[in-house]
Structure formats: C-alpha cells, structure tokens
C-alpha cells in the first residue's frame, strides 16, 4: 500500500457563524491561545507524516497564504532584540517553497466539491483531507493515529465519534456493520440525516484518509445532501464495491471549533494545558464559577 503523503484542507467556507470577525479574517486564522486553527491541523498532518499540503481556498482567505510563508522582517527584528524562543516559534510557522500549494474553489459547491478541485494534484494515491473546524486534543494526534490503523486494513478510513442521537442530523453518519472496538467496518454512511433516519450515533469527524477511487467518484458527483456535493456519498459508494470503509473511534476530545459554543470550550481547554498560563486561567475560572454560584 503506498504511503500517504498528501493532506487536502478545504478551508473556503465563508465563516458566517462568525461574523463579524470573519469579514476580514478567515476564521481558519482565529486563534486558540495564540496559534490559529489551521496552525493545530497543520501540525496534526506533519505528525501524521504527511509532506505536501494542498489547501482549497476562495476569495478573501489571503491572510492564510501570507501566514505560511516567511516574515523577514519580523525575524530580523526579534533576531535583533535576541528573542529567540519567539523566533523559534515564528520560524516553525513556515512552509517550505513547494510543500504547499493552494487551489481555489471558484463556487461553494459543498465538501465534496472542495476536494475534488484538487484532483489533479493528487495522481492516483491515497490523500488524507483535515477539516480544520474539528479540533482534536489528543496524546497522539488523531490523524497519526489513523495512520496507524490504515497501515494494517487500508480501505477508506473515517474518524469517527459517538455523538447524542438528536444531534446525529449534523453529521455524517456511519452504519456498522462490524465493530471491532477501535475501528468499525461500514455498511452505510448517510450525510446529514433526519433523526429518525440515521442509521446508528456514530458521527464522522473531519479526519479521512481516502483511496483515489473516492476523487474518481467526485468525477460524476451529483449534488446531495443541502444541495451541495457531498464528500460522504463520494465515500459511501465505495462500500461493498472494490474498496472497504472504515470508522475510527480516535483517543481524545474532539471541539466543533466551527460553532462558537465548541471555539469558546477549545479556548478554555487550550488554555488551561498551557502550562504558562495554566495558574492564572484556572484561578480565574474559579472565580467565575463560585461567582456565578453565589448569584444564582
Ligand atoms: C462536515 C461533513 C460531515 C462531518 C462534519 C464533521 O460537515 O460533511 O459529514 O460529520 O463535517 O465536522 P459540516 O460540519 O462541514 O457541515
């Protein structure tokens, strides 16, 4: 099985959930603590040993190109003041010349739109796709752990989490066909189903790793699920044909950093690892809950 080396990023979506802030920023560069989004998912595929990173952007997301490359100035400034630490952290920002790439997705088509518009930079290998709205904190990131299971089945591989039946209609969602604890093996995927249709509680999370044969089936993809191509179809017609798919239940605590309910928890639990500020935020958090106690 070749190994895989590419990871797509769909990062063109608009951002309307936060409004205003991203009428000038992408929301991929809003930040937990001090590294923006797409910071955390560029170093999950790195970890993962992933090597060329495609992302698939759309009008007003420059700020994400202009933050991977490099900020001669700034450096030469904290190069200047001695501040290497920072330097460091600067430094481990940028991309070398050619490991990037990023293609434009003239239309939002959907998910499935997205990925296929960087076909032809994939050749005819397995890709991984990170949507960057799901944050995993994780001892070993999620997609490494991936990785590691899919070096032993292959097929297509979805991460996978339970999720409370009434929120299923958010997700895609996995039918099971055999649960082998960690990994379950499919027998259907439905994108964004009614409650009462979804076959099972076991949501996809944004983490795949996808044979070539699932962009093959973007080729003729017609659109799905809100009207727009969906990535689960263009997986779940895999099922049963020539290649397998697969759930996987990752170790770690998934954030919708997509809703502003799940980016304000990420915010609170990044904040409380770091070890600089660790003392300080939880002093303050305390406080805040007895407050809130005494009030009610
Ligand atoms: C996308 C996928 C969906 C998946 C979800 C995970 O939906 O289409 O299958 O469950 O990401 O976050 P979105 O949240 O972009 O609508």
């Given at each position: 099985?070749?190994?895989?080396?590419?990871?797509?990023f769909p990062?063109?979506?608009?951002?309307?959930?936060f409004l205003?802030?991203?009428k000038?920023?992408?929301k991929?560069i809003?930040?937990?603590?001090?590294r923006?989004?797409?910071?955390?998912?560029?170093?999950?595929?790195r970890?993962?040993?992933i090597?060329?990173?495609?992302?698939v952007?759309?009008?007003?997301?420059?700020?994400?190109?202009?933050?991977?490359?490099?900020?001669?100035?700034?450096?030469?400034?904290?190069?200047?003041k001695?501040?290497?630490?920072?330097?460091?952290?600067?430094?481990?920002?940028?991309?070398?010349?050619?490991?990037?790439?990023?293609?434009r997705q003239?239309?939002a088509?959907?998910?499935?739109?997205?990925?296929?518009?960087?076909?032809?930079?994939?050749?005819?290998?397995?890709?991984?796709v990170?949507?960057?709205?799901?944050?995993?904190a994780?001892?070993?990131?999620?997609?490494?752990?991936?990785?590691?299971?899919?070096?032993?089945?292959?097929?297509?591989?979805?991460?996978?989490m339970?999720?409370?039946?009434?929120?299923?209609?958010?997700?895609?969602?996995?039918?099971?066909q055999?649960d082998m604890?960690?990994?379950?093996?499919?027998?259907?995927?439905?994108?964004?189903?009614a409650?009462?249709?979804?076959?099972?509680?076991?949501?996809?999370?944004?983490?795949?790793?996808?044979?070539p044969?699932v962009?093959?089936?973007?080729?003729?993809?017609k659109?799905g699920?809100?009207?727009?191509?969906?990535?689960?179809d263009?997986i779940?017609?895999?099922?049963g044909?020539?290649?397998?798919?697969?759930?996987f239940?990752?170790?770690?605590?998934?954030?919708d950093c997509g809703?502003?309910?799940?980016?304000?928890?990420?915010?609170?639990?990044?904040?409380?690892?770091?070890?600089?500020?660790?003392?300080?935020?939880?002093?303050?958090?305390?406080s805040?809950?007895?407050?809130?106690?005494?009030?009610?």
């Amino acid at each position: 099985m070749k190994k895989v080396t590419k990871a797509i990023f769909p990062v063109a979506g608009l951002g309307t959930r936060f409004l205003p802030a991203t009428k000038s920023i992408p929301k991929e560069i809003m930040t937990l603590v001090d590294r923006p989004l797409i910071q955390y998912a560029i170093d999950e595929a790195r970890a993962a040993g992933i090597k060329e990173f495609i992302f698939v952007t759309a009008r007003g997301k420059s700020a994400l190109e202009d933050y991977f490359d490099i900020a001669p100035e700034l450096e030469n400034t904290l190069r200047k003041k001695g501040k290497t630490e920072l330097l460091q952290t600067l430094k481990s920002t940028n991309m070398d010349s050619g490991e990037i790439a990023y293609i434009r997705q003239n239309k939002a088509m959907g998910l499935g739109h997205a990925v296929w518009c960087a076909r032809r930079l994939m050749g005819n290998e397995p890709f991984a796709v990170i949507l960057p709205d799901d944050v995993i904190a994780a001892e070993k990131p999620c997609l490494q752990q991936m990785m590691e299971a899919h070096a032993e089945i292959g097929g297509n591989m979805v991460a996978a989490m339970e999720v409370p039946k009434e929120k299923t209609s958010s997700y895609g969602v996995l039918g099971v066909q055999q649960d082998m604890g960690s990994v379950v093996s499919v027998n259907d995927m439905v994108e964004k189903p009614a409650v009462e249709d979804a076959p099972s509680n076991l949501a996809v999370i944004g983490r795949y790793i996808l044979t070539p044969n699932v962009m093959r089936n973007l080729n003729k993809a017609k659109s799905g699920s809100g009207g727009e191509v969906q990535l689960t179809d263009a997986i779940a017609q895999e099922i049963g044909a020539s290649g397998d798919v697969y759930g996987f239940r990752f170790r770690g605590q998934r954030y919708d950093c997509g809703s502003k309910a799940g980016f304000l928890q990420a915010t609170v639990a990044f904040g409380l690892a770091r070890e600089d500020l660790r003392d300080e935020f939880s002093d303050f958090i305390d406080s805040m809950v007895a407050a809130k106690t005494a009030a009610q």
